[in-house]
């Protein structure tokens, strides 16, 4: 699999990063981020280019961020008041920053683009450090679904449109719940290629990791509009709060 390297992902998608998520619901995503913090301070592990970040601090909560790619914190401090977030780049498995937080952020299946269990449980702790007692480590991750893989392998296409067609190759590796994926964004100026590796975990196995490092699963919805996960549901947010008194 090769040694892990937290800034890979950033080198080839910082300059387009924010065309590609324009469809993501951020503002129903700042705004339930924005109750649970409680108008406490929020840390934000891949704080990236600041799509949650800004509004959150817009609204007037103290944020602070890590982030493994020196290429997207620069996208965010050419942004206007990215210059104000204080961020530390590197691995968010890891890497402590000063102060403790009412809530940790850790959204759009960023906790997959760690390598390992063993990574993802050291990121399950660090963020238990990072808060305050009773605080909260909210997570937005997709529902594994091997089942729709098949002889493991997969092409989807993810959008079309007059300027822009994205289509997504991915090979899973049932033995290491680990998925290899490679978008290719073809535009009027040319193909890019768009590396992002996933160790995929089930929800439940996620709950495990928040037990281990003293938290408790508070929440689990199906978005960040509060729906109720059931058996359909594709993606989830989950909240954990910290069992420390």
């Known amino acids: 699999m090769g040694e892990f390297d937290a800034s890979a992902y950033g080198q080839t998608i910082a300059d387009v990063y924010d065309e590609m998520v324009e469809h993501l619901p951020t503002g129903p995503a700042v705004e339930r981020v924005f109750?649970?913090?409680g108008g406490g301070p929020v840390l934000e592990f891949g704080i990236g280019t600041g799509r949650l970040a800004l509004p959150l601090a817009a609204r007037g909560l103290a944020v602070v961020g890590v982030d493994g790619s020196p290429d997207?914190?620069?996208v965010l401090r050419d942004k206007p008041g990215g210059d104000r977030i204080p961020v530390t780049v590197g691995d968010f498995s890891e890497v402590r920053v000063e102060g403790r937080f009412a809530l940790v952020l850790l959204a759009f299946n960023t906790v997959f683009a760690l390598p390992s269990q063993e990574a993802q449980v050291r990121c399950f702790h660090n963020a238990a450090a990072h808060l305050r007692p009773g605080g909260r480590f909210v997570i937005e991750a997709w529902v594994p679904d091997p089942a729709s893989f098949r002889d493991r392998t997969s092409l989807r296409?993810?959008?079309?449109?007059?300027?822009?067609?994205?289509?997504e190759a991915a090979r899973l590796c049932p033995a290491e719940q680990f998925m290899r994926t490679t978008k290719l964004r073809m535009t009027a100026d040319g193909?890019?290629?768009?590396?992002?590796?996933?160790?995929y975990a089930w929800p439940c196995e996620l709950d495990l990791m928040a037990r281990l490092a003293g938290m408790a699963r508070e929440h689990r919805w199906a978005d960040w509009s509060g729906a109720a996960f059931t058996d359909d549901s594709r993606a989830h947010v989950s909240v954990y709060r910290s069992m420390e008194s």
């Open 72 to 74: 997207m914190v620069a």
């Open 191 to 199: 193909l890019r290629l768009l590396p992002a590796n996933h160790r």
């Open 35 to 37: 109750r649970l913090a």
């Open 157 to 167: 296409l993810l959008s079309v449109g007059e300027d822009e067609v994205v289509v």
